[in-house]
């Protein structure tokens, strides 16, 4: 019986740490104590009856004298601390131990997640209410716009004036645009409160993102959002659990190789690409792995 009060006490703090119900806890401990010895007094039993111990099993008092002198009591004792208070003991506390850790798994992926976007993404403060707008039939007129107006900053002393026109001719026009969206591409303008400001393409390939366009009016009062837009095009690959991201970039654009350089992209080679009527991008290949 003084057992049993020990794993009245034993299990009530074990219920109590995993919040379960005391009551019930400590009443199937005690149970499988009280089970525990009629199944030790069933076995010496039958023992007896087989002659396997030389006993008049109907003599009580005999069978507790036979009981003491062979220290079956404590024997008892010690084969129930180690079924309960041991084997039983540890089941249970494990069990609860495994269920607490499957609730937490959604949270530890979760901050897993948040660990790999600090890894990967530079954080920005803007005063810019800012939103990516899918490209469709009603605003893919922006992206031509928007194109034409950032490239001849752009690229003014980078390549002749000719090469600038005849790259947005052939890669700004809405059946190109179209083309795109129809191969599953992502064509996406950024408006800073509600005003088109630049405009991404990016496409999966295979476990791989390839980020062909990512583009910012040059205006100091949008610095900063140049990162955004990375950070935007990054989450989107983080989501698809893609390896890496890759892009394009002309070798004489100091400007954005510093930029992808500080968010961890390596130039991985360089490339030279005829795009037709004479013109070619002299570019190197820029690589992130995430």
């Known amino acids: ?59 009580q008092e005999a069978i507790y004298k036979y009981m003491e002198e062979n220290n079956l009591n404590l024997i008892l004792e010690i084969i129930m601390f180690i079924l309960i208070g041991v084997i039983y003991y540890n ?5 609860w131990m495994r269920e607490v850790i499957a609730k937490q798994e959604p949270i530890i992926e979760e901050l897993k997640e948040a660990v790999t976007k600090v890894k990967h993404i530079i954080p920005v403060k803007t005063n810019f209410y800012l939103h990516f707008h899918k490209v469709n039939e009603k605003n893919k007129h922006l992206v031509s716009s928007l194109a034409n107006e950032i490239w001849n900053v752009c690229y003014k002393d980078i ?44 496409k999966i390939e295979e476990s791989k993102l390839f980020l062909s366009k990512i583009y910012l009016k040059q205006d100091p009062t949008y610095t900063g959002l140049g990162q955004s837009m990375l950070n935007h095009v990054i989450e989107f690959a983080l989501e698809n659990e ?30 030279t690409f005829e795009i037709g009527n004479d013109y070619i991008m002299d570019d190197f290949i820029f690589e992130k792995t995430l």
């Open 1 to 59: 019986m003084f057992l049993a009060v020990i794993f009245a006490f034993q299990f009530y703090f074990l219920a109590r740490v995993f919040k379960k119900n005391k009551v019930k806890v400590i009443l199937s401990a005690i149970g499988l104590y009280f089970l525990g010895i009629v199944m030790f007094t069933f076995i010496l039993m039958s023992l007896m009856m087989f002659d396997v111990i030389d006993l008049n099993f109907m003599d």
């Open 159 to 202: 390549i002749s004036q000719e090469q600038i026109d005849y790259m947005l001719d052939m890669m700004y026009n809405t059946s190109k645009i179209d083309e795109n969206i129809a191969n599953g591409d992502q064509w996406e303008i950024l408006k800073a409160d509600n005003v088109p400001v630049g405009y991404l393409h990016y």
């Open 91 to 95: 089941y249970i506390k494990n069990k």
């Open 242 to 271: 893609l390896k890496s991201i890759y892009l394009t970039v002309n070798k004489k654009n100091a400007k954005a190789i510093r930029f992808y350089e500080k968010n961890g992209f390596v130039n991985k080679k360089s490339e």
